[in-house]
């Protein structure tokens, strides 16, 4: 029987360690929050190789006094908390007094601290926590700290971190966070040298947000005011235009701490209900201010985990805070008419530029994006009209002598004619009808009558012809006494599945005339950055381009270059959900991705021969559902077509 006894200080440090610094941007965020509780408004994080062999943080805070240099590293060792009762308010981002002494128990720390009430200041160096050597030296106001050489003591950790780029990323995006919480610090990144951050510090979360996601995405978000029941939230949200294929762009944050908080997630979501994208999902920047004893933040090690005294209260207060100013915004484009249109001289003159106006004088108030499909849509309607007038004098001639020349030309018809209703006009009426169905060009008219009693084919077997296409997005298909509706872009899409599948999963690569660059999130960015092997087998020649930025080279012939950052984007997302320690499982959900970009789109105009392409795979059984599990076609029999008019 083992024997139970009490572990080496040392081991139950590393132990400890374990819980607090689990990667590099672990000991980034616990020494920025240092710094901030020190009263510092500049800041500076400099890393080499994704922070494995140096971090170095500096700041212009108060520093630490010569005499508790040392005591700062040993656990439970802080300035922020007193008594129990400190608990229950916390106001400060940290309070347990376990980083510095975690952080040195892993790696090699040097300290150069001064107060502003000492005329030198004072330097320390530990190893595995082990202090090595402090003396006086001559430094600046505040503090600077670098950790070098993380885990090298503990090779159980070392072995489950990732490349040098995802690390980097990962520190990257802590410290885009960090500068979120407090734009009235200025932060510095450095990565191996090259500045990638620098925010301007003035307080101002807009000037922040410009600094962090860029000019192009900070132009998509809109401000949000807005107070609840002893609370009030404010920041930054994404138009409903502007949301991602992922939940990279949000950033919550509970009284200047950053936070992962369902509530808060599903309030902003909520909001946006009935107004976005399905599978696109909103950013934001969202503060939330509330009393300090209504928020618990001892809850995780890492502190990003909160709990509230009223998670209603929470919810609502972020809820109505979006949503009024989601329908404050005048600027999103509508698909109501903004004023009648029924101005005389006005009229004629959009008529000329859209004819489909006649028919549906509601769209002239649309924008210019969807007047394209309803023009398409209306066109063969304008079309049809002068084919019936050629055969009104067919039906309209039966008594004079032309009609007997009109009788030969239809010779095939003819004779079902009188099988089924003898008589003079009533054949002509029946001749009549048969040009709507736009069928003379094909043999299968005359079959109409006779194809209930033939002999049962297979239905594979059974003749079938495309007769048409509705809504740019729905292909018609005839086949014998059923018609079918054949989702095209669903169709194509598992046309384009199967086909990279069989290709080894190596698509034809285009070499881009002009690199794009692509600034994901900075998570999405770490994962894209840690697989670029498998990206190049997905057909995306990229590299990094520094400051959480890829340089996209070539990609796959069938993604068109303006859905590369989209499509990269979601590759990330799949790539974070399947799991980066074994990518090749992901295959299939990345070629879904893929797939579905490549493939022709809803609503979009396509030839006639590209739709019988489609039509013929989904006929000859090749295609029958989409990758993500969706039938392609739906079927409707002649009896129930026939029951809906009330014909069976």
Known sequence: MAHIQQLDPHIADLIAAGEVVERPASVVKELMENAIDAGADKL??????????????????????????????????????????????????????????????????????????????????????????QEEAGCPLGTTMVVKDLFFNTPARLKFMKKDAYEGAACFAMVQRVALSHPEVSVKFLRDGRQELLTPGDGQLKSTLYAVLGRDLALGFVPVQGSGEEMGVSGFVSLPTCCRGSRGYQHFFVNGRYVKSRTMMAALEEAYANQKMVGKFPGCVLHLTTKLNAVDVNVHPTKQEVKFGSEKKVFDTVYYAVKSTLEGDRSRPSALPVQPAHRPGQAAAQDRVTPHQTILPLSKAEPSGTELPLHDFTAPKKQNPPAPPVQKPVPAAPRPAPVQTAVPARQAPAPSGKAEAPGGAKPDKVQAAAPVKQLPPTPSAAADVPIRPAPIPGPEEQPWRMAGEVLHTYIIVEQGDKVLLIDKHAAHERMHFDRLKAAGYRPMVQTLLTPVVVTPPAEEGAALLAQLPLLERFGFEAEDFGGGALLVRGAPSDVDEGDIPQVLSELAGKLLTCGTADPDSARDALLHTMACKAAIKGGQKNGEAELKKVAQAVMDGTVRYCPHGRPVAIELTRQQIEKQFGRA
């Open 44 to 133: 500076t994080v400099e890393i080499q190789h994704g922070g494995m062999t140096f971090i170095r943080v500096t700041d212009n805070g108060c520093g630490i006094a010569a005499g508790e240099a040392q005591t700062a590293f040993l656990r439970h060792a802080t300035s922020k908390l007193r008594t129990e009762y400190d608990l229950e308010a916390i106001g400060t981002l940290g309070f347990r007094g376990e980083a510095l002494a975690a952080i040195s128990a892993v790696s090699r720390v040097e300290l150069l601290t001064r107060t502003a009430g000492e005329e030198l200041g004072a330097a320390l160096s530990l190893e595995g926590g082990v202090v090595v050597e």
